[in-house]
């Protein structure tokens, strides 16, 4: 059994900060690549950023310069620290995880239930 789970969601105002964080835990043999994902009322999930266990990060155009995503591979914990917030950024944000289970052979997707952030006026 793996979960992944999100917290630090909430509301905050325009020019805020909110630190999101992400742990998978459970029969976990390996990570490889966790991160996060955003998801607006009717709008696709995007790639905000992840970072690979070797440290490579990915992040996408419209939050590069404000948001970073850091990790602690030992506590198998991810954070998107999230600064300079605008309304655009409302969404649920997902955590996702590419892990090995112990009972399995192969690397899998594992999602977290979602944490909404609200960015208001």
């Known amino acids: 059994q793996v979960q992944v789970v999100e917290s630090g969601g909430g509301l905050v105002q325009v020019g805020g900060s909110l630190r999101l964080t992400c742990a998978a835990s459970?029969?976990?043999?390996?990570?490889?690549?966790m991160g996060w994902y955003r998801q607006a009322p009717g709008k696709q999930r995007a790639l905000v950023a992840d970072?690979?266990?070797?440290?490579?990060?990915n992040v996408a155009d419209s939050v590069k310069g404000r948001f970073t995503i850091s990790r602690d591979n030992a506590k198998k914990l991810v954070y998107l620290q999230m600064n300079v917030l605008k309304l655009e950024d409302t969404a649920i944000y997902y955590c996702?995880?590419?892990?090995?289970?112990?009972?399995?052979?192969?690397?899998?997707?594992?999602w977290g239930q979602g944490t909404q952030v609200t960015v208001s006026s």
């Open positions: 970072m690979t266990e070797g440290g490579t990060t």
């Open positions: 459970g029969s976990i043999g390996s990570s490889n690549t």
């Open positions: 996702k995880a590419d892990v090995r289970p112990l009972y399995r052979s192969f690397y899998e997707d594992y």
